[in-house]
């Protein structure tokens, strides 16, 4: 019997690192680590990783509104 810790417990459940916004997250991660998690030094990385997250959000959106139900 195959292990369960492997799969995400929703077949629909994306992982961070196939997001297209990976990039963006990583950078705002490695720069907390380089100012010692000071947040506000750190608030461009952030602002463009919310900016990226809220255009991958758009476009499944309107992917799912072009989805026929019937298809």
Do not use: G, W
């Not at 992982?15 to 461009?44: G, H, M, T, V, W």
């Amino acid at each position: 019997m195959a292990s369960r810790a492997s799969t995400p417990p929703y077949p629909s459940a994306a992982r961070i690192a196939d997001s297209p916004c990976y990039p963006q997250y990583a950078a705002s991660l490695k720069c907390l680590e380089e100012f010692s998690s000071n947040k506000s030094k750190c608030q461009e990385h952030f602002n463009v990783y919310k900016e990226c997250k809220k255009k991958e959000r758009e476009a499944r959106l309107e992917r799912n509104r072009n989805r026929s139900l019937f298809s």
